[in-house]
């Protein structure tokens, strides 16, 4: 070629290259660039048919290639196995060695990555989805273990409870927003709402449920009225089967069924803001047991009865729903709500606390008595008679000191047989024979005023003291019985209530129980019991702050059911299946007194 010739092939290469036009590549690079996309897409190909997702891919690749994606699918491959490799890696270790870890300790890495090679995969495949297809995805993933959330201040040793899950805020917290939402709350007795349009208001933390009687059966309605969130009852009871509700902000209106029946000046708004079914208040989760109305925010949670059997299988043979109202007391406790609950979960502290109970105590009076035989010196009698007399004066004290459970009529009935009950003198057979001509006679007497009392011999005795998971409990004597309500007001603080529940003859007019103002822990109006409880919390829930004190130490055969009862509050905290926790609480509806036990979890 002429040097000429060279000058203007170089001139007209940078003419182009001027314009911004690329040289042209010479034909074996493009060669070598593709056959390099090829070695690429094989190598994909080989890493995602390891996987376990392999077959489906390979699949898929075939079809798309076909149809010219080529490199579409190469990226989703890429992704594909990108994503799902290191997610098997990880995921096998804690399968290997499942037998050995608990289930709180499962890493939460496991699962979150396996949720983007899915979605690639389906991408590719590209399903038609038939109608049970959405409803077979929810029976999966309703069946996997969930992500176990981590607790702070977690009970690792059963018999050693951190202190600060009594007084910490990230801890309280974590209780308002995973265990008050989702578990049985008693919310009112339904003798409050006796006639139809009746209602009380029931309060949890910043929430407000309205409990009311209808015609359709007893509701409950989230208390906000669907404009703006204001309140629509107020006053704590009332009846609505007139007026309805009616917010008193711009008085919309709803009827006791929950239906809006009335917005001011329709027009004003838009039919999208107007639909009726979201205009209708919001139902809350309502199950009847016991004469008493328990409310739920979990539409999920499993049923009351399968959470509280145990709890229920005592106490339904003992005909719980015909009990009323004696009295009813409250106090605004200082003290955290868990420590109020566990100073009755217990009988080891009767013998200081409660001196009086102590003096009377009565040997082989139960399985679940207020003193063990071990501290101090156990009494003996000479005699069943002198038992049977024993006995009688531990009534007095237990009823003056509780102010119910024991009743006035319980009494005058064992005063009026103790000396014509014929007892063997052998203790071992003395106190059977007691407690048997005991429930008969009581049982006879009831019956005789109109009482529909159950035969207490046939019904067989209970603990003193029977918890329901995770505010109310009962103490059931002779048919009448005490009931307790705590409920959560801060970190260091709870709303404490008392019942007295009893049988009466058909017919009686009781008046109707209102929730009462609550009183000082120390005023006079307190039976005498209640008040030596209440001496030592506040005491108690200052000493939890002292310098060095780490955790309570529990006795594992008598103050078990603390244990039981933390243990599956960290369950709800870390965010347990459904099924696994009600198993769970079955375990804490048991007497006091109650050994370390085994939840499942």
């Not at 660039?33 to 190598?43: D, G, L, Q, R």
């Not at 979150?112 to 999966?140: E, G, H, Q, Y």
């Not at 008595?369 to 004066?393: H, M, Q, W």
């Not at 237990?398 to 009950?421: F, N, P, S, Y």
Request: charged share 25%.
């Amino acid at each position: 070629m002429a040097d000429a010739d060279v000058v203007r092939v170089k001139a007209k290469k940078g003419k182009a290259a001027a314009k911004g036009k690329p040289a042209k590549a010479p034909a074996r690079t493009k060669t070598l660039k593709t056959s390099t996309k090829a070695k690429a897409a094989k190598a994909h190909v080989k890493t995602a048919a390891k996987s376990k997702a392999g077959k489906t891919l390979i699949k898929a690749i075939r079809t798309a290639t076909k149809a010219k994606a080529g490199k579409g699918v190469i990226k989703a491959i890429k992704a594909a196995t990108k994503a799902k490799a290191p997610a098997r890696a990880k995921a096998a270790k804690p399968k290997v060695a499942k037998a050995s870890a608990k289930p709180l300790k499962t890493p939460a890495k496991a699962k979150p990555a396996k949720a983007p090679a899915k979605a690639k995969i389906k991408a590719l495949k590209a399903p038609v989805r038939s109608k049970s297809s959405k409803t077979t995805a929810n029976a999966r993933a309703g069946s996997r273990k969930p992500v176990l959330r981590d607790v702070p201040f977690k009970v690792t040793n059963p018999e050693r409870i951190p202190v600060q899950r009594y007084y910490d805020q990230e801890f309280y917290d974590l209780e308002c927003k995973y265990l008050w939402p989702k578990v049985w709350q008693m919310a009112a007795r339904l003798e409050e709402i006796p006639q139809v349009g009746d209602w009380v208001e029931y309060k949890i933390l910043e929430k407000s449920i309205i409990v009311i009687r209808t015609k359709s059966g007893v509701k409950a309605f989230h208390n906000a009225c669907r404009h703006r969130g204001v309140e629509v009852a107020s006053g704590g009871h009332g009846n609505c089967a007139t007026t309805g509700f009616i917010c008193p902000f711009h008085g919309w209106r709803y009827d006791m069924e929950g239906k809006n029946t009335f917005v001011f000046n329709r027009q004003i708004f838009s039919p999208a803001q107007l639909d009726q079914a979201e205009l209708n208040l919001k139902p809350c989760r309502l199950e009847e047991w016991g004469g008493c109305a328990f409310i739920n925010f979990d539409d999920d949670a499993a049923p009351l009865l399968e959470c509280i059997k145990p709890f229920a299988d005592m106490h339904d043979p003992r005909k719980v729903e015909n009990l009323k109202v004696e009295w009813w007391l409250s106090c605004d406790l200082p003290t955290n709500w868990k420590l109020a609950m566990e100073a009755f979960q217990e009988g080891y502290h009767v013998m200081r606390t409660h001196p009086q109970l102590h003096a009377v105590n009565i040997p082989n009076k139960g399985p679940h008595s207020y003193n063990d035989p071990l501290v101090g010196k156990p009494r003996t009698f000479a005699s069943g008679k002198e038992f049977a007399e024993a006995f009688i004066a531990n009534m007095k004290v237990l009823g003056e000191g509780m102010g119910g459970m024991i009743v006035e009529t319980d009494i005058a009935v064992a005063e009026r047989i103790v000396d014509k009950v014929a007892l063997s003198d052998d203790m071992n057979v003395a106190p059977q024979e007691w407690m048997l001509a005991l429930n008969d006679a009581i049982t006879k007497d009831a019956r005789a005023r109109k009482i529909d009392m159950p035969d207490l011999n046939e019904i067989g005795p209970v603990g003193p003291d029977n918890y329901c998971f995770p505010h109310y409990f009962l103490l059931p004597q002779y048919g009448n019985m005490s009931s307790y309500r705590i409920r959560p007001m801060g970190p260091e603080r709870c709303l404490f209530e008392l019942y007295s529940l009893r049988f009466y003859p058909e017919g009686t007019e009781r008046p109707i129980p209102r929730a009462p103002e609550p009183m000082p822990p120390d005023d006079p109006r307190w039976p005498p019991i209640p008040i030596q409880d209440f001496s030592n919390l506040p005491k108690q829930q200052l000493g939890l702050h002292a310098e060095g004190f780490e955790y309570m130490r529990l006795s594992h055969a008598k103050e078990g059911l603390i244990s039981n009862y933390h243990r599956v509050i960290d369950g709800f905290l870390a965010g347990v299946d459904t099924e696994t926790l009600a198993k769970g609480i079955q375990v804490t509806c048991t007497p006091l007194d109650e050994a370390v036990h085994d939840l499942g979890f």
